[in-house]
């Protein structure tokens, strides 16, 4: 733990060892979570009996470990009907899905990184990282990158501070420069790609999700390998994509999707 949250007070300490034992991918022990923690011993055991006392934390006396609470899926099945766009987007992605026979991912921001909230699997599925509910990094992703590049400068600075630059492949952009070089093409191209740059041998052409005032709500990518599919295969299918997302942001507008970034955008009504 960074003890990055500090000035959010206690409220967002506790909230980080939240983080902490939700990255850790299983019940963790007390000394486990001490080991790297900012906090004092008697601070950071506070923090997590406030945790478990309001049901964000479990824990099992017998192993004397902690794991994420019940009531933490109470919140995240609300948050994933009232701020996901997966409730709304079900039936696109899945006629999407069956007419490319290839993955199909929607994925929204997560403040620096990309949160994968649905998936379609292929006809003949791929081994890769992306699942819905995992996080993965914007600067190589297909939709993480298409997200950023509609995103004003505002906003963007930032987030391109956060981003680690790992070099995951060959081809991964590993600077600032090149990235905003890359954003530049997609928002004159309106859609982008990944070109191996995350994971070897995957491929995906992305489109983002548009409010009428132009902000990109979330993105869709049609995802597949290189061994059955190439990039020029794939821009084929931007017209395909490009109906999925229109027809998921026509539907935001009805349903109402929060726009927090833009509240004075004009919404189009006819």
């Known amino acids: 733990m960074t003890g990055k949250s500090n000035g959010d007070g206690t409220v967002g300490k506790a909230l980080e060892v939240l983080d902490r034992v939700a990255a850790m991918g299983r019940p963790v022990r007390f000394t486990e979570l001490l080991e790297d923690s900012p906090y004092p011993k008697a601070t950071l055991y506070r923090f997590v009996q406030t945790l478990k006392n309001q049901g964000m934390l479990a824990y099992d006396p017998e192993r004397q470990t902690y794991a994420m609470g019940i009531r933490l899926v109470r919140l995240a099945h609300a948050a994933w009907q009232q701020s996901s766009l997966a409730p709304i987007a079900r039936p696109h992605l899945d006629a999407l899905a069956a007419d490319v026979g290839e993955t199909v991912h929607l994925a929204q921001l997560d403040n620096a990184q990309v949160l994968y909230v649905d998936k379609r699997n292929a006809t003949r599925p791929l081994e890769m990282y992306s699942s819905a509910g995992k996080v993965g990094p914007a600067y190589c992703t297909g939709v ?38 890359e954003l530049r093409a997609i ?53 395909r994509v490009r109906e999925a997302t229109q027809a998921i942001a026509s539907v935001s507008r009805d349903w109402g999707f929060p726009d927090q970034h833009t509240s004075s955008e004009k919404v189009e009504t006819n």
């Open 144 to 181: 993480g990158k298409v997200m950023l590049s509609y995103l004003d400068e505002a906003i963007l600075g930032p987030i391109l501070e956060q981003q680690s630059y790992h070099r995951f492949t060959n081809h991964t952009l590993t600077d600032a420069e090149a990235l905003r070089a």
């Open 187 to 239: 928002r004159q191209n309106g859609y982008g790609f990944d070109r191996e740059e995350h994971e070897p041998g995957i491929i995906c052409v992305a489109l983002p999700i548009l409010t009428a005032g132009g902000r990109a709500l979330g993105a869709l990518s049609v995802t597949s390998s290189v061994e059955r599919q190439s990039l020029a295969g794939l821009e084929k299918l931007v017209p």
